[in-house]
Structure formats: structure tokens, C-alpha cells
């Protein structure tokens, strides 16, 4: 556990705290590694973040095999070790175990879970050689916005992000998204709007109140303004429903405009959806029918 979570003892990690973690990450490269515990003899457990394939080494001492060592341990009334959180299968995951994986980490963001991400630098040295993302995630570039935190505190390598304000579908998050999909091959794609959305905010100015906005801004939020006009008296939560509107649309265009992602769709190895995030309670709300 990283010094930040050490401090808040019982209480578990708050939100706030998660957020500093954000921008601390890298410094954990300096730490030292937590010590094994080694008192059991039992084997090192392989990183669940190694490459694919990779098993754990035994110990060099002594003349017992693995098995014979989990017994003394299980004898002796040792605990087996709590299984890792961002760990992934070897063969890699489906789509509905990422979805999965997302709920479940979400859930301990929600409930203030330990998310510190351990061992960063030594992370960081394994994915040098190539990544293995299971996750795409198109969302908005909002400060209080961040996947890594919000899905549990997953670590490096693990999501590949897609940011701009208002979580717009264009050209370039389209074609990140086919690349993630094709060649990084995860499973999953989640279209992430969030409450309280400042560039959907704009875009349901213009539509309901005529406002002019100035520089790029009104380039960037062209997009949204067909959602939000189909959206106008149709609840009164306008703004909020605009936000959960341009999420499915976002989903629902990339499967009608990226042939390579519709192929993967069809032959059942990507899976894609929407989502919202609420910034005040922290949880997801994942939106599985986007047709």
C-alpha cells in the first residue's frame, strides 16, 4: 500500500485522496517494493500483470515443489492471498468479463476501497516491451473525470483512454478506438458521459437559449447539438438527459461508422456501450442496450 493510503488508517481511501493518487502515480516509481512475506516458504505468485504465459518461479532453496509447500502453509493456518483486483486471464478477457471487471472496480471506487496501484515502477518496466489494454474508454476531459480512478484504480496498461470535452465521437477518437479494438485487441469499448458536463451544458445553451460561443468551442460541441435538440421538452433534466443522449449516441455511431469495429462486433469479440458517471456519488451507471 502506497504511504497516501497507510495514513488514512481504518477508513479506507476517499475519494479526494484517489484524485491526489492521480497526479502522485509516477512518484511511486521511487518507492521501494513492499516486501514478500516469506515465513510460509511459498512460491513468489506470479504478477498478475505479466506478460501472457508467464508463470511465478519457486524459490531456489531447499528441495520442496510447490505443492508440498501450499500444504505446510495451508497446515500451518495461513491465509491464501487476496486475489488481484486488475488481474486478467492469460488468453485475455470477453467482453462481458470486462464489462465485469469495470462494475466491480467501480464498486470499490464507490465504497472507498484501497485503489492504490503498487509497484508502479516495475509495471512500468513490463509494458515496455508492448501493451495489452482490456478496456477502451471514450469519455470527457473534465478534471474530475478520471477512468483509472473511477473503475477501481487500475493501474498502467490496463485502459486505453480516449478524452476530449464532452466525449465526442470525431475522427481522431473514432480511429483511436479502431486501433484499440483491431490491434490491441480489447474487448470492450464504453462511451462515458458524466453529470454536470460543462461542453454538453454549452451545446443545450445554444440549442435552448440561442447562445453564440466563441473561438473552437462552438466547433467542438457542433456535434452535440443535434442530441441536445432531440432531447429539448422531452425531460426536465434537460441537461441530464442530453448527457445520457449523446453517450448512446456516441456507442451507437461508432458501430454504424467503423466497419472494423461492426466486424469485431458481429463476430462476438468487442462489445461496446455507454455509460454515465455521477461526479457526486462516484458510480456508473452502464447503459448495455444502445440500439
Keep these: 500500500m502506497c504511504l497516501d493510503c497507510s495514513s488514512l488508517g481504518s477508513k479506507g481511501l476517499k475519494r479526494r485522496h484517489l484524485m491526489k493518487l492521480a497526479g502522485l502515480g509516477?512518484?511511486?516509481?521511487?518507492?521501494?517494493?513492499?516486501?514478500?512475506?516469506?515465513?510460509?516458504?511459498?512460491?513468489?505468485?506470479?504478477?498478475?500483470?505479466?506478460?501472457?504465459?508467464?508463470?511465478?518461479?519457486?524459490?531456489?532453496?531447499?528441495?520442496?515443489?510447490?505443492?508440498?509447500?501450499?500444504?505446510?502453509?495451508?497446515a500451518a493456518g495461513a491465509k491464501p492471498a487476496a486475489a488481484d483486483p486488475h488481474a486478467a486471464p492469460a488468453d485475455g478477457l470477453t467482453p462481458k468479463q470486462a464489462l465485469a471487471k469495470l462494475r466491480e472496480g467501480n464498486r470499490r471506487f464507490v465504497e472507498d476501497a484501497n485503489a492504490c496501484a503498487a509497484d508502479l515502477a516495475h509495471r512500468r518496466t513490463e509494458l515496455a516491451a508492448g501493451q495489452h489494454p482490456w478496456a477502451i474508454v471514450l469519455t470527457c476531459s473534465d478534471s474530475r473525470v478520471t477512468p483509472e480512478l473511477i473503475f477501481g484504480g487500475v493501474t498502467l496498461g490496463e485502459l486505453f483512454v480516449v478524452r476530449n470535452a464532452g466525449n465526442?465521437?470525431?475522427?481522431?477518437?473514432?480511429?483511436?478506438?479502431?486501433?484499440?479494438?483491431?490491434?490491441?485487441?480489447?474487448?470492450?469499448?464504453?462511451?462515458?458521459?458524466?453529470?454536470?458536463?460543462?461542453?454538453?451544458?454549452?451545446?443545450?445553451?445554444?440549442v435552448k437559449k440561442g447562445a453564440v460561443l466563441e473561438g473552437s468551442i462552438g466547433k467542438m460541441v457542433q456535434p452535440i447539438l443535434p442530441v441536445a435538440l432531440a432531447a429539448l421538452f422531452t425531460s426536465e433534466d434537460f441537461v441530464g438527459q442530453t448527457v445520457r443522449n449523446n453517450a448512446v449516441s456516441g456507442a451507437k455511431r461508432i458501430t454504424e461508422e467503423s466497419a472494423i469495429v461492426t466486424h469485431l462486433v458481429d463476430s462476438g469479440a468487442v462489445r461496446v456501450i455507454a455509460a454515465v458517471y455521477d461526479i457526486e456519488t462516484g458510480e456508473v451507471a452502464f447503459i448495455d442496450k444502445i440500439s
Design 168 to 206: 465526442v465521437l470525431d475522427t481522431g477518437a473514432l480511429g483511436t478506438i479502431e486501433y484499440g479494438t483491431e490491434h490491441l485487441h480489447a474487448p470492450l469499448v464504453v462511451v462515458m458521459g458524466h453529470k454536470k458536463c460543462g461542453a454538453v451544458a454549452a451545446a443545450c445553451d445554444v
Design 26 to 74: 509516477l512518484a511511486a516509481g521511487g518507492l521501494a517494493p513492499v516486501a514478500l512475506a516469506s515465513e510460509t516458504k511459498a512460491p513468489a505468485a506470479a504478477d498478475s500483470h505479466g506478460a501472457e504465459g508467464q508463470s511465478a518461479e519457486a524459490p531456489t532453496e531447499g528441495a520442496h515443489d510447490a505443492g508440498s509447500d501450499a500444504g505446510h502453509a495451508e
